[in-house]
């Protein structure tokens, strides 16, 4: 199990954005014990900009379900970059994902399906799907989504 997430990724082609930098006083990621925690990540375009719009305004749920696939493969890429091994990472366990949207917007666990639908693919459908949440509100940079996570190291 321990190399076949890196093995999937591969056959998957996969392809990541660059990882962000910090835009303020905090770490990408913490290991703490078994866990790594990954701070809140936003769905980075391959050029390195940030996708912008809000759903249920000039998003529609499509759109906004891929704004968070690409959060996922954002997500991936912090996780690369500033942790390291890949296949070190054994399971989703935690996952709140916000999402940009109008007061009448109501399809968010929809539009977080994007992320989750990525990380079943690359780690599974045991290990990929942990618990999650999906809430409605104002982020920052008219960012779409944002996602923030932990996960279980082997």
Do not use: W
């Not at 996780?79 to 994902?97: E, P």
């Not at 399906?113 to 618990?131: K, R, T």
């Amino acid at each position: 199990m321990e190399n076949q997430v890196s093995e999937r990724i591969k056959e998957m082609n996969l392809r990541f954005p660059p990882a962000p930098k910090p835009a303020g006083v905090y770490r990408p990621v913490l290991v703490v014990g078994k866990f790594l925690y990954v701070s809140g990540q936003s769905p980075m375009n391959f050029d390195g900009t940030l996708m912008k719009g809000r759903a249920g305004d000039d998003l529609s749920l499509e759109e906004a379900k891929l704004a968070a696939r690409q959060v996922g493969l954002t997500m991936l890429s912090t996780i690369m970059t500033h942790f390291g091994d890949i296949n070190q990472v054994k399971r989703v366990v935690k996952v709140l994902g916000m999402v940009n949207c109008t007061p009448e917007f109501n399809k968010q666990p929809l539009v977080m399906n994007g992320f989750s639908e990525l990380m079943a693919e690359v780690f599974g459908n045991e290990y990929g799907i942990g618990v999650r949440s999906a809430v409605g509100m104002m982020l920052p940079d008219g960012i779409p989504v944002e996602v923030e996570a932990m996960f279980e190291l082997h």
